[in-house]
């Protein structure tokens, strides 16, 4: 694919890079000097120095022959009006742009929703922009999947039933020293070991790898399962009766209505978080007038405006009695030493809010449970966006040295008709789950599970081998 993209900071790069790797023609634009140089040594690809908006420039960049534009720049009108622009000249574009502000969208409950439906209906989208990122969103749904079950743990879901959660193997449990494919003596329910996390490197294991105690294994199983597989693992699963959110920005107010509302259209089915009582919910807010609008918000919780970093003020309140504590402040390196400081006055279950997943393994590193990296989930999502009809969702695993890929068999794919130890290739990629055409839910398939064209698969895949796989299935 040859794809333009408007904005050469963090994201843009980033996205550029991944894109680099999978042997994409990319072509970066920026207006700011220093930018420029910087993504000049970072990447191998055209990076031009100009003004995004301005067609002519664009044209340059060859806009005309692109299959998609996707502007990341700081600023939300910026990346629209240059979509807009592109799309009344070259319509057949494909245009993603990061909106953050809400007022741009028609409902931002429902707006996945509603491009989904202008895309099938084959309407002209909204501001001529094909699908519009929101970050803040992005990250408060990684957050709340992460705390979803009371393992709090990192969670990427797949469709209704299934779940990857990524979970330490306790020493002295019942995984200790086994071997993959001895797992299913102790199960009766289907799992998945996807991936194993040991001494710092992620890796697709085999039937023969052996399970050791402080290994973190990425297990895929369906929800109801989980529970139950996670004592086997030493892990104690716990109710979520008081929890305590740092920071009342976006991302933060986010948070709290999908924890404390369970509206409908967000995470009704949280079972196992308690916030029965909305005055175990506390919210903590240095900035008096966020503080203020988040007590107007959720009148029925604990919503204190107060210096994070107050041991006196953070003691009388309990904070660190928590059962889990939330940080969302903007100031992503902040919410890493906020946590840390907090567990050293006796919390003992975190979750943070980082810029990136270099930071989310510094933060695991010193004892943060759960850091979700808000940039990595913008690229995530924008590259779901650009694999191709056949690929509908991305996610990097860790420390995206893996990423999961869904995708649908094409006419034209290699392995139709193929059982999947046909096509397996050890090391490089494990398919995890298969939806079968004629049915509505995704199961964990056997070697002997044969692929057709229009079956949804999920592949866990190095990163290395990503196009490989895409050019494979789909």
Do not use: W
Request: glycine fraction near 6%; include cysteine.
């Amino acid at each position: 694919m040859k794809i333009v993209i408007v904005g050469a900071g963090f994201t843009g790069t980033q996205l550029a890079k991944r894109l680099i790797d999978g042997k994409n023609n990319v072509t970066l634009i920026d207006n700011d000097d220093e930018t420029v140089r910087h993504a000049q040594n970072l990447l191998d690809c055209d990076v031009i120095q100009t003004d995004g908006n301005n067609l002519p420039a664009l044209e340059q960049a060859g806009i005309a022959k692109a299959d998609a534009l996707v502007c990341v720049t700081s600023n939300d009108e910026v990346n629209m009006i240059t979509c807009s622009l592109v799309d009344s000249v070259y319509p057949k574009v494909l245009k993603i742009a990061r909106v953050r502000n809400y007022a741009y969208y028609l409902d931002s409950k429902d707006s996945h929703k509603n491009q989904e439906l202008n895309a099938n209906n084959k309407k002209r989208p909204l501001y001529g922009i094909d699908y519009m990122i929101h970050p803040d969103v992005e990250a408060a749904d990684a957050i709340v999947n992460a705390v979803e079950h009371g393992t709090v743990t990192d969670v990427i879901p797949f469709g209704e039933d299934f779940e990857l959660i990524r979970v330490k193997v306790e020493k002295g449990s019942a995984l200790e020293n086994t071997h993959l494919f001895s797992i299913r003596k102790l199960t009766d329910k289907p799992v998945l070991v996807a991936y194993i996390e040991r001494d710092d490197v992620t890796s697709l294991p085999s039937g023969n790898t052996t399970i050791c105690a402080e290994d973190c294994l990425g297990i895929l199983m369906h929800k109801a399962d989980i529970p139950g597989f996670l004592k086997l693992c030493g892990s104690e699963i716990k109710e979520l009766k008081r929890i305590a959110l740092v920071g009342a920005g976006r991302v933060g107010i986010l948070v709290a209505e999908k924890l404390i509302h369970r509206k409908k259209n967000f995470f009704s089915k949280l079972k196992s978080i308690a916030v029965r009582n909305p005055q175990n919910f506390l919210i903590i807010e240095n900035d008096e007038k966020l503080a203020k609008s988040a007590a107007d918000r959720f009148r029925d919780a604990r919503v204190f405006q107060a210096d994070f970093t107050d041991e006196s003020f953070l003691q009388e309140e309990e904070i660190p009695k928590s059962d889990l504590v939330i940080y969302t402040t903007p100031n992503f390196e902040m919410n890493i030493v906020l946590a840390a400081y907090i567990e050293s006055l006796g919390a003992k279950t975190s979750v943070s809010l980082v810029s990136s997943s270099a930071f989310a393994v510094i933060a695991r590193k010193i004892g943060i449970e759960v850091a979700v990296p808000i940039r990595d989930t913008v690229v995530d999502s924008i590259l779901s966006h650009l694999r191709g009809k056949s690929v509908t969702g991305i996610h990097t695993v860790n420390d995206g040295s893996l990423e999961t890929l869904e995708i649908t068999i094409s006419e034209k794919s290699s392995v139709k008709g193929k059982k999947l130890m046909e096509v397996a290739e050890n090391g490089k990629f494990l398919i995890m789950m298969v939806q079968k055409s004629s049915e509505e839910v995704y199961q964990i398939p056997v070697g002997n599970t044969v692929l057709s064209v229009g079956d949804k698969i999920v592949v866990i895949v190095t990163k290395e081998n990503n196009q490989h796989v895409l050019e494979k299935f789909s």
